[in-house]
C-alpha cells in the first residue's frame, strides 16, 4: 500500500520525464514550445495522454467522469508532474479534489508560487 501511494509516482514521474526527454532529443512535435503549460494545458494534456481524448475535460466533473479515478489516478498524477519543472504533487493531493476546476485551481496556486520562489516572470530594474 505504501509502495502504491509513494514509490509508484515516483517512479512513474521519472519514467515519464525519461520519456518525454528522449522524445524532444530526437521527435520535436510542432506544438511543443518552449514556454511552459498553463494549469489547464497540463490537465488537459495529461487527460489526453492517459485516457487517448481530452473532450472529457469540463471544470465541473468529477476525475472519475474523466476517466481517470483510483486505478488511472497514479499515473494521471505522474503525467501532471512530467509536464511541469515546477510541480511536485502527489496522488493524495489530487484525490482529495472534487472536480476537475478544482484541480486546475490549486494546480495554478502552485505555479504561481514555485515561479514566484524562482523569480520568473519579475521585472529587472
Do not use: H
Amino acid at each position: 500500500m505504501a509502495c502504491n501511494a509513494w514509490v509508484n509516482p515516483i517512479i512513474t514521474s521519472w519514467y515519464l520525464k525519461a520519456g518525454d526527454l528522449l522524445a524532444r532529443v530526437f521527435f520535436k512535435d510542432a506544438d511543443q514550445t518552449d514556454e511552459p503549460l498553463t494549469a489547464e494545458q497540463l490537465v488537459r494534456r495529461a487527460i489526453k495522454e492517459l485516457v487517448g481524448d481530452d473532450s472529457y475535460f469540463d471544470g465541473n466533473s468529477d476525475l472519475g467522469s474523466a476517466g481517470i479515478a483510483s486505478v488511472g489516478l497514479p499515473i494521471f498524477v505522474g503525467l501532471i508532474n512530467s509536464y511541469s519543472d515546477f510541480l511536485d504533487i502527489k496522488v493524495s493531493d489530487v484525490a482529495s479534489l472534487a472536480t476537475l476546476g478544482d484541480l486546475v485551481n490549486e494546480l495554478d496556486e502552485r505555479l504561481k508560487i514555485s515561479s514566484a520562489g524562482a523569480g520568473v516572470g519579475e521585472e529587472v530594474l
